[in-house]
């Protein structure tokens, strides 16, 4: 039974990067589990690959659709009531639609879930504003790297076990997910400390915060950004378009299952945790994050190519260990970002590009749905299949030429401020 001594315990801990980095690994290993065997379990409900397609892109529609509209009132919330209690409702939301669905006979049902899930949740700008609150800027492209090693190694062990398990049934996997949802909650609640002190909040802006778009713009004003927030946009959206296109792809090109989807998924999150969580802190000594993030794009633009240019699916692995540098790329340009806020508003800021995020996954589906439709006919191995990367890579390159712009024209800038020497 839970006591008040209890939870006053875990709010008085010292915050640090071990307790969020044990939240976001244990939250990504639940929903790891459900990406190899969600589009499956959307198949059941329909006739066709063509159906199951459109029917998929909706379920993914209603999660992305609903987090837009809530991420930035989360992240102001956070700001005014702390982390942790955000946090907290997050992994109850998670618990609860896992379970719904791994019970659910209609396809309405997934989609009315998938709606509460993503509006009660926002854990990952959250766990963002979290790292900010406890790291000095100089550091945090490098706390941010960790963190998104935490993410790989989520995506490691929850892609593999989804695919075991849905290898034996359907609905094991999202009553394992809504099993590892509850253990964060328990985790959150009796061992996970805040990391913001009373004097750092903020009251809401609920204009502001009820507004998401407004929040774009805000997120635009601030120092050093600009631009950047379309580069966000256009490197959320290609990679939104990769994810739900992924299982689907892999099915039509390469008759592959929830166990070979599983293992595939497996071999991103090695690479994202042997990135992030080793390489990016060695590569940050050497490199700014602005190079990093231009060499990342490059690598990413090349890979959406052979993603859908492939006509063997071991050849899927090579394509993902030779994007390496790709995956430095959100904790590079979130450092950026989050250095320009200022220190009362990381939730907010986080909230937003959460938000935007949020924006290019509803628009993903929207795209990712006909284009995986129109080519859903076609033989096995025909390199057509891949048409919804050849648009990934397309808004990748947009977004690196974007880039480049903005860090060329930055530097000018701080040239010409430069004092010469006399």
Not at 99 to 122: D, E, H, K, P, Y
Not at 319 to 343: C, E, K, M, R, T
Request: with cysteine; proline share 5%; charged share 10%.
């Amino acid at each position: 039974m839970t006591t008040p001594a209890t939870g006053n315990a875990a709010r008085q801990r010292t915050a640090a990067m071990p307790f969020i980095m044990v939240t976001v690994l244990i939250d990504m290993v639940s929903i790891g589990l459900m990406v190899p065997v969600l589009p499956a379990l959307v198949g059941s409900f329909t006739a066709s690959q063509t159906e199951q397609a459109w029917w998929y892109g909706a379920v993914t529609f209603a999660f992305s659709f609903a987090n837009f509209l809530t991420s930035p009132l989360l992240g102001a919330l956070s700001d005014r009531h702390g982390r942790r209690p955000v946090l907290l409702l997050g992994f109850s939301a998670l618990a609860i639609s896992f379970f719904v669905t791994a019970l659910a006979t209609q396809l309405w049902m997934l989609i009315a879930v998938r709606l509460f899930s993503g509006a009660m949740q926002s854990n990952i700008s959250v766990a963002n504003a979290y790292v900010a609150d406890i790291t000095p800027q100089a550091d945090r492209a490098k706390r941010f790297g960790l963190l998104g090693a935490m993410f790989g190694l989520g995506f490691i062990l929850g892609p593999v076990m989804g695919g075991l398990l849905g290898a034996i049934d359907l609905h094991l996997p999202f009553f394992a997910a809504g099993s590892l949802a509850l253990v964060n909650l328990l985790y959150g609640w009796f061992v996970l400390p805040e990391s913001l002190p009373p004097e750092r909040r903020r009251p809401v802006d609920w204009k502001a915060a009820l507004n998401p778009v407004k929040s774009f713009a805000e997120l635009g004003q601030l120092r050093g950004v600009g631009v950047l927030v379309a580069v966000v946009a256009c490197t959320a959206l290609a990679q939104f378009i990769l994810y739900t296109s992924w299982v689907l792809y892999t099915t039509f090109k390469f008759g592959w299952g929830p166990l070979q989807n599983g293992w595939s998924l497996f071999a991103v999150g090695v690479m994202s945790t042997l990135v992030q969580g080793f390489l990016l802190g060695r590569l940050l000594k050497r490199f700014s994050p602005q190079k990093l993030a231009i060499w990342g794009l490059v690598s990413s633009t090349l890979a959406y190519i052979g993603y859908g240019a492939i006509s063997e699916g071991w050849m899927m692995f090579v394509v993902i260990v030779a994007n390496i540098l790709a995956f430095g790329v959100a904790a590079s340009i979130q450092s950026i970002i989050s250095g320009a806020a200022d220190p009362t508003t990381q939730g907010r800021t986080m909230g937003a590009v959460s938000g935007l995020q949020s924006l290019m996954a509803v628009v993903a589906p929207v795209l990712s749905a006909p284009l995986l439709g129109v080519v859903s006919h076609l033989p096995r191995g025909d390199w057509r299949i891949g048409t919804p990367f050849y648009f990934c890579a397309a808004v990748q390159a947009v977004a690196l030429g974007l880039a480049w712009t903005h860090f060329r024209k930055a530097r000018r800038t701080r040239l010409a401020a430069a004092p010469r020497p006399t």
